[in-house]
Structure formats: structure tokens, C-alpha cells
């Protein structure tokens, strides 16, 4: 079988401590968190350096040996997953902080590096590495480069994408392509750094990355606000980046269908308003001078209630209390307490368009279930909406016609099928809403041009 | 001959209001400003639309008719030029703005629109477009796009990939590709956004973008210092970031070589310090509150001479002082007038070593030449530099040896040979010194993937 003489080859050229069968690895956990079905890997290869994963690349390509490469497995999607035949990459023993440049303000890092190491070391040298998501004591830095991850942060510090100067990778053939480049503005060719962030391990496999570290804000303001009506919503959304910009942190904007589950369902949940209201927006500042941030933040806060933007709104007094009107935002975190057979969607628009696109959702569900929940909630300053929905009794059928209304009215807006949780198998059949056929008949040519043999990740994607 | 058949086909297809032969476009400039050399296209062709575009490519590529496209024709390193046999397309007629959407701050306009359109659209339309440089009255977006134009604001909005939602573009076959998304979130396969961005016009002819907007500032406070040392101008960065953060716009360092030639010749300079400095650094802040951003301004440089990182400073008390501050760093724009003959250059390192990088190009460039005239300055927020050297009776072959003195340098250092200028053809002798052959390869294959005849802008960057 060839599959057992590159395994073996795999074997000889790197060692039983490297190279591990499944009698080795045991019950190790080689699924993501998507729930979707994954395969167990014919081996699991734990790369020590870079030139470890170039060489296990270079005789995986001599064999036409497939490769699936894993982080911390908290994907969403299934791109992590096995589907049959393929040996995994995992990049967890690659942990290492290689270097901090306080004059450049990076970082270098191993891509197995999990998340929180990143934050917790960019912090105790001063900085602030602003990407953060729930999974952060689990990702690495290799799948949140792989899949481009978003958070909460976005509206004020960019994507994945945004965090990054340099980066090394190995193509299929095994040769290691970028570097570890601190230049922030380096216009020498194609920036195949783009290119690889987002491509969900089908293009090459990140080794390390630089990464760029911002100033600690040493000021954060947080309000709970109660609104109107959904233009009364991005009319804040603009008048508070006009006017706190840039130091807006967060717009988690979260209608009344969402907020009222949440509290029937979560008791350690308090309402921080008396009244209800259609719209409830969680805003957040950070600044640099405690003082004059929080006073410039009232202020505004002062103006939108006057001015009827706002119809309520609480400003938090302590990091408690803000940490209180964050625990509404996180309850998704505790769903599967109370809906735990839903169906849930990662989905964006331009902002203008968000508004009626979860309307339309909203109407379309409850047409077809009168007694569908309907949760939506998510980043407005960055046009992203989670829906979540469950409807009672559902089965696969179900759920296939939910992802359709989702799907269609994403389609219909011109939005996008995957936000920030990318597309693994899980979304590739509705690829085609989102990107077109040239768009998806170029990814494959650039696809072919990287891994002829298309042994990266295959099946997943496109 | 194959290329005359081409444009007989062009002309019949598109015809000759758009498709103009030499004789039609006379004396219309069709060189870029890097004074090499560039040769006269075939044609003209001057499409009115994307389908146009689309449609002269499926021609030129039927016919294996190599084609440059060409927009303000405003670059600086001959990418933009004819190398001989090609047509050229112009973007000059695709010049409208389509739509502003003032809720997702974006703007939708065609590539051919010049940068200072869209700035003056953008102000009048309650908003503000960062991107700035010099030729902001004849570039156009499709050509900022196609170089990642940088500027003097890079430091606060990023270059030009980071001021774009969505990119239509037309590959060599003809086919449209992308499209004019508003999301900001967008992990729906692989971003081909940013590989068509600083390609240069060799994968795709770029022919709408979604621009994004951002919130026009309100406030500014400008300052010009003296420093000590390279290691305060650093700290002076780091400490402005973490106190200013994010409103620090411009952080423009001139070395006392570059400040003693402006000022000694042109006469309508006036130094803004009593005494002489081994540094000086124009700093810029901007932000939204005109009282309390000027009172944290003026707090902060204080704190900075207090503690020495600072020698001297004047604090800008109007907008024509800030704006004679800004008149030494922009002398540039003068040196005709008093180095008619010099070799310029635009190199990017980490922050941390540009202050070496500069000391070893005016050493080893001193060393050969005991009375050159070097001239360092640059925007150090993002490791970018500008090296401009004049030496008596400088001849091609003194101009080839400051290259190899400049460049070698960037290579020891792990530089970039261009920060924002491009590659074109003045500097593909040189990109090995930044990228690896493993990357070069890699680009190639994308070329070939996307663009399998070579057809667009052959000869350029590779």
C-alpha cells in the first residue's frame, strides 16, 4: 500500500517520537469542535522545527501521501478533520515564543503557539496582542492564521490578517516559502502572506509568524444601551466612531429575540435596563489617559440619550459590572444548556444591509416554524451577525432548510456565507453563493500551481 | 503579424473611440515619472467599462497580444512602461464614482478615478480617505491598488490593501473576477483581493473597488523636535504610541545630514529649533476632540523633554506653522532644483534596525565618496526609509555602485529593497535580495496559473 510505505518512510526519516501510529497516539483528540465526522489519521506527525515539517512534506509528496495539518482543533467547520487516508500535521509541539522585539513591536512565534501564550507574554512585555476569541486557551496561532480569525476585537484592531508581518510556511514539495519579515510596509512582489492567511491549510503549512503588538490601552469605558429601532443602532455605530474613534473596542449589537432568551433561560443573567427595548447595543472604548477617556465618553453617551439615539442606556461603574453586560454577549457560550440541538450561522453583509437582512431571516423562519427561537446577535462595526436558531424537534431535515433561508438571503444581499469561521466542509457546497464560478476557478488554479498533487487539506473548501 | 491582427480585432470589436492607434494618440504621455525608458504602445485602448476591459482582454488573449495597463502613470519604477509589442490599456475614461454608502462608510468608485477625486468626494461627503501622497492629483486608485501605495498616513490607516472591501478585476482570459463586496469580514476561500494588490498589473487589470471610509478627524496637533540619539527618537515612537494611541498619524524622522542640505538650499526653509540636533522628528497626532486632544498633546511632549527623550521642541500653533514644518519634510519635491542628478532610494527594515541600516549606507557610501551628499528621512512608524545620495559627477556606473551599497545593506539587514514604490522594472535585478528563490517560484506559478500566456505586463517585478 503506498499509504503504509510513506508512513513507513515518514518513520524511518524522523523517528517513532515524531512520527506516531494510531496505537500511539490513542485516544488522543484528532476531531474539531465542529461536531462533524472526522476519520482517524494514519499517523500523527509532531514536527519539532521547521525543517521537521519540510521534510516530512517533502516524502509525504514523493508518496502522493495527503495531509491534513491541526492546531488546536477548535474549528468550527471540519477543516481540521480527516476524511480518510491522510496523515496529520500536528503543529502543538512548535510552542515556543522564538523572540520579542520591544523596539519593532513583534513577536516571533512557533505556529503551534496557543493564543493565550501569545497574549499573556505580549502583556507581561508591556504590549497588548489584540486578537481574542472564546477558544483562546486551545487555538494556535496556526489556525487563527489559517483561518483568518476574527473576535471581538475587530472593529478597532483588524483580523488575523492584520496582526501578521511575516511568515514562514511549507509548500507541499517541502520547501519553506516567506520568512520572518518585520518590515510593515514591504511592496517586493506578491504578497503571498495574504494569500496563505485564510486558506484553511490547502495552500501550505504556517511554521511561525511575526506578530505585530500594539500599545496596552490603560483605559476601557462600557456601556449597556437600549435602542429603538435599528437605525437608531448604525446611527451610533457612526456617530460613536466619528466621535470616540478610533478608539471603539466593541459594537456587539443584539436584537430583542436574542436578549430575551437569553434571559428567560440563563438565571445568572441580570437585565442592567428597567425597560425593554428592541435593540440592545454593548458598547466598549479603550483609550490611553483614564481621565480624559472616560469623561469624553460620558459626554458622548450624554449627547446620544438627548439626542434619542440611545433611549437607555447603563454605564458601567466597575470592571464587574462590565463583565456583567459581557456575560449577556458571551451566554452563547451556555446554549447548550438550554437549546443544545440548534442550528447556528456565521454571516456578514455591509452594514447597511444588516438590518434587513436579519429581518428577513427572522420573518422566513418564523413563517415556515411559528415557534422557531431566533437568536441574532453580533459585531455590527464589522457587518457580523451570528444567527441561531432552533425549532422544536428538529431533525437533519430541518436543519438543511434553515442553512437554505440563511443561505439565500445571504446570497440575495450579496453577504458572505462565512464571517469569520471559514469553510472546512461544512460550507463548501454553498461556496458558490458567496464567491463566483471565475472566483472559484482561479482559487483552483492557484490551488494547482501550489500543491499540483493537491495534497494539503484536500476536500476541504472547494 | 500576429500583433497587427490583434489590433484590427481590437479596433473592430471596441472601436476606434476606444481603440486609438499612434497616429490618433499623438503626443498622449505614455511613460511613467521614473525616467526609464518605455516604448510606444501598439494602441491606445480606452475602455468605457468593466465589460469593455473584459472584452479587449478575451481579444488580446486569442491573440497572444502582450498588453501594459496604464493609469495616472505616476510610478517610479517603469512598471507602468512598454517594454515593445505591447497595447496598452488605459483606465483614464473608467474615472467615475459609483456610489458612496454613508451607513457602511464605503465608496464604490472605477479604478481609472484619480486619488485626490475620491479624497475631495470622501470630505465633502462627511468622511475621510486616508491614503495621501504626492501625486495624489494624477495617480489613480487602480494604480495605488496596484502598487499597495503607502504615503505619509501609514502609520495610523495602513497602506492602500487596507483602505479596500472589494476588488473587481479582469483576468487575461477575459474573465471578471471579485467583485464589490462591503464586508469587512470575509473568510469565504482564499483572498484574492490582496494577491491582486501590489501585483503591479502582471495577474489581473484591476477596474472597481469598495473603498473604505473612516471618520474624518477633527483635531490635529503637530510638533517638530530635536533629539539626541537614534535610541531616543525609538523611544520617543514607542512612548508616543502607548500616550497618543491611536492618534499618532505622522512620526517623520530626519537625519541632521537630510535637514543640513534642505535647509542650506532652498530658502523658503526656516528651522523651527534655535539649535542643531543629530535628529529631528515631526510628529503629528489627530483625533476628535479638538480641546482635550491638544491638552494631551502638549502634556505629553512636556513629560518627553522633562525626562530628556526630547531635546527641544516647538509645538505648531497654527496650521501655517504645522504646515512649515511639513515644508522641510516635503522638500523632496525640491531636489531638482539642487541635486538635479541624485539616486533615490525607499527601503523598509524592522524599527529596530533603521537606525543601523542608516549609519552603514552613510558610512560605506562616504567611504567610496569622501564628499557625497546623503540625504536620510523617512516614516519610521513603519521602518520605511528614503535614502537620496548625490555624488560629484555622478555617472551611470557611480549610480550602479550606490545601488549595490544601498541594496546590500537591505539584504545583511533582511530588508525590503521597496517599502512602497514597487519593482517594476527598476528593481527585479534586485528582489532576490528580498525574496527567496523558493518565493520567487512560487510567484511564478501563481503568474502562470492566473495568467498562463504571460500576456499581462510581461517583464515586470520577475
Known amino acids: 500500500m503506498a499509504a503504509q510505505e510513506a508512513v513507513h518512510a515518514l518513520r524511518e526519516a524522523l523517528g517513532s517520537q515524531v512520527v506516531q501510529l494510531p496505537e500511539e497516539f490513542g485516544d488522543r483528540r484528532v476531531v474539531d469542535w465542529s461536531g462533524l465526522p472526522g476519520g482517524v489519521p494514519l499517523a500523527v ?3 519539532r522545527d521547521t525543517a521537521e515539517v519540510a521534510k516530512a512534506l517533502h516524502i509525504c509528496s514523493e508518496h502522493g501521501q495527503p495531509v491534513v495539518t491541526q492546531g488546536g482543533l477548535t474549528g468550527l467547520v471540519g477543516g481540521a478533520n480527516v476524511q480518510g487516508g491522510e496523515v496529520a500535521i500536528s503543529l502543538d509541539r512548535m510552542n515556543k515564543i522564538v523572540e520579542i522585539d520591544p523596539v519593532s513591536s513583534t513577536m516571533t512565534v512557533e505556529a503551534g503557539t496557543p493564543l493565550q501564550v501569545v497574549q499573556e507574554a505580549a502583556t507581561a512585555a508591556g504590549f497588548y496582542f489584540p486578537l481574542d476569541l472564546g477558544a483562546r486557551g486551545s487555538c494556535s496561532i ?3 492564521l489559517a483561518t483568518n480569525a476574527g ?4 472593529i478597532k484592531y483588524g483580523m488575523m490578517r492584520d496582526q501578521v508581518l511575516g511568515l514562514e510556511a511549507v509548500l507541499a514539495s517541502g520547501k519553506v516559502i516567506g520568512g520572518l519579515n518585520k518590515m510593515i510596509k514591504d511592496n517586493s512582489g506578491y504578497d503571498l502572506r495574504h494569500l496563505l492567511i485564510g486558506s484553511e491549510g490547502t495552500l501550505a503549512i504556517i511554521t511561525r509568524a511575526v506578530l505585530r503588538l ?11 444601551c437600549g435602542l429603538p429601532s435599528y437605525e437608531a443602532v448604525t446611527t451610533l455605530l457612526s456617530r460613536a466612531q466619528a466621535r470616540l474613534a478610533p478608539g471603539v473596542s466593541a459594537f456587539e449589537v443584539m436584537w430583542k429575540g436574542y436578549y430575551d432568551a ?4 440563563l438565571d445568572t443573567l441580570r437585565a442592567p435596563l428597567d425597560e425593554a427595548h428592541p435593540f440592545y447595543v454593548l458598547l466598549e472604548s479603550v483609550g490611553t489617559d483614564p481621565v480624559r477617556h472616560a469623561d469624553a465618553f460620558e459626554e458622548f453617551l450624554g449627547e446620544m440619550l438627548e439626542a434619542g439615539v440611545v433611549s437607555d442606556a447603563a454605564l458601567a461603574s466597575s470592571d464587574s459590572q462590565a463583565l456583567a453586560f459581557w456575560a449577556i454577549r458571551d451566554a452563547p457560550g451556555e446554549y447548550q444548556r438550554f437549546i443544545p440541538n440548534h442550528a447556528a450561522y456565521d454571516v456578514s453583509f455591509s452594514i447597511a444591509q444588516v438590518g434587513e ?3 428577513r431571516c427572522d420573518v422566513r423562519l418564523r413563517e415556515r416554524w411559528p415557534d422557531a427561537i431566533v437568536m441574532i446577535y453580533g459585531h455590527l462595526g464589522d457587518g457580523n451577525i451570528h444567527v441561531v436558531v432552533d425549532v422544536p424537534g428538529m431533525g437533519k431535515h430541518d436543519h438543511d432548510e434553515i442553512d437554505d433561508v440563511i443561505y439565500d438571503v445571504t446570497r440575495d444581499l450579496q453577504g458572505s456565507i462565512s464571517a469569520e469561521h471559514g469553510i472546512g466542509t461544512k460550507k463548501k457546497h454553498f461556496l458558490h453563493f458567496t464567491r463566483s464560478d471565475n472566483d472559484i476557478e482561479s482559487m483552483r488554479a492557484i490551488k494547482s500551481a501550489l500543491d499540483p498533487h493537491g495534497l494539503l487539506n484536500p476536500g476541504k473548501v472547494f
Not at 500594539?214 to 449597556?224: D, G, L, V
Request: aromatic share 4%; charged share 15%.
Open 45 to 47: 506527525i509532531r514536527p
Open 142 to 144: 496556526g489556525g487563527n
Open 151 to 154: 473576535g471581538n476585537r475587530v
Open 214 to 224: 500594539r500599545p496596552k490601552p490603560t483605559a476601557t469605558a462600557t456601556a449597556w
Open 262 to 265: 437569553v434571559l428567560a433561560n
Open 357 to 359: 437582512a436579519a429581518q
